[in-house]
Structure formats: structure tokens, C-alpha cells
């Protein structure tokens, strides 16, 4: 945790998963001590499931706190909308119930001013492009937590080509996949 703590300079911002590790003032103490590193956000410190405590948590450091297993529907996402629980939201089409949950999600975030971060690689080359199509329509989207199409990971698929989105601008594919 000291060597987390100091500060880098610019350049990317680190993000941090405790895995629900903290107890509540465990988790105000550190995340305190971890402010001037300038993390991007922290996936839940708490219980995901204590939404008032990850609200609390919100107003009492700057480090800004993202839910992800708090949020596996939209009405679970407008509940941490509504108890101002997190400022970012982590989600994919997986956890969301398909790709209109995802979008839903989306458009929700967006009405509240909640930047989304997609997830995971667990969708395969379609439902991972589908989602990405999704995100680029809507300006909260703007970062991806895992790459999207991982190093070694995917070896077969049916879209024909990849998206490139280790570059910026990432560019969204305009061409079907191929025959299966």
C-alpha cells in the first residue's frame, strides 16, 4: 500500500478492486491515504451489496468509487442512481441480461451523468462488438476495464475483423461477420 500510495506524476490513472476487502473504516482510512495518487476509481471497498455504505464512502474521500457486482439488472443500477452510490458505473451485456439491458443501462447512466466502463470478455466476438456498438452511441462510455479482445484469448470468431481499440481513437467495425 506504500509504494501504491505514491504519487507517479501524470500519465495513466490506476484503478484499484479490493474485492470487498475493507470494513468501512478501513476503507475511508485508505482510501484517504490513497487520494493524492489520483486513481481513476476503486471497484467496490465495501460490500457491494451495502449500497448506503458505498454511499457514505462516496462523500467521505475524493477517490471516486465504481459499482459493478451492485449493479447485475437495470433496476439495480437506478437504485444505486437513486442512494447516489457509486460514480461510475462497471457493467457489460453479460451482467446486464443481454445487449437491451446493456443499452438500457447505458441510456440510465447517461440521464444520471454516470460515466460506464465496460467489463468483461465473456460475450464472445459478437456480443463483445454488439456491446461496443452500444457504448460508442452514448458519450458516458468512454474506457474499457479489460481489453476487449484479450491477447491469446479469443482465437476463432465470427466477426471478420477486429476491432483495433488499443489505438486512439478506437474505430467501431462497419462490416458483418462472416458465415458461420
Known amino acids: 500500500l506504500t509504494k501504491l500510495a505514491e504519487p507517479v506524476g501524470r500519465g495513466p490513472r490506476g484503478r484499484l478492486d479490493s474485492i470487498e476487502a475493507w470494513m468501512p473504516s478501513t476503507a475511508v482510512r485508505t482510501l484517504r491515504r490513497l487520494e493524492p495518487r489520483n486513481l481513476e476509481f476503486v471497484v467496490p471497498p465495501v460490500r457491494f451489496s451495502d449500497l448506503d455504505q458505498l454511499a457514505r464512502l462516496r ?91 484479450p491477447p491469446g484469448r479469443v482465437t476463432v470468431g465470427v466477426v471478420r475483423e477486429m476491432p483495433a481499440i488499443h489505438t486512439r481513437p478506437g474505430r467501431v467495425p462497419d462490416k458483418p461477420g462472416r458465415d458461420v
Open 59 to 149: 462523500l467521505a474521500t475524493a477517490v471516486p468509487i465504481a459499482a459493478n457486482q451492485s449493479g447485475w439488472t437495470p433496476r439495480d443500477v437506478l437504485e444505486i442512481v437513486k442512494r447516489g452510490a457509486a460514480d461510475v458505473i462497471v457493467t457489460d451485456a453479460h451482467q446486464e441480461g443481454g445487449i437491451s439491458g446493456f443499452r438500457r443501462v447505458i441510456e440510465l447512466c447517461e440521464t444520471a451523468g454516470l460515466p460506464v466502463v465496460y467489463h468483461a470478455f465473456t460475450t464472445g466476438t459478437i456480443g463483445m462488438t454488439a456491446s461496443m456498438q452500444v457504448m460508442c452511441a452514448s458519450p458516458n462510455c468512454f474506457h474499457m476495464a479489460h481489453p476487449i479482445y
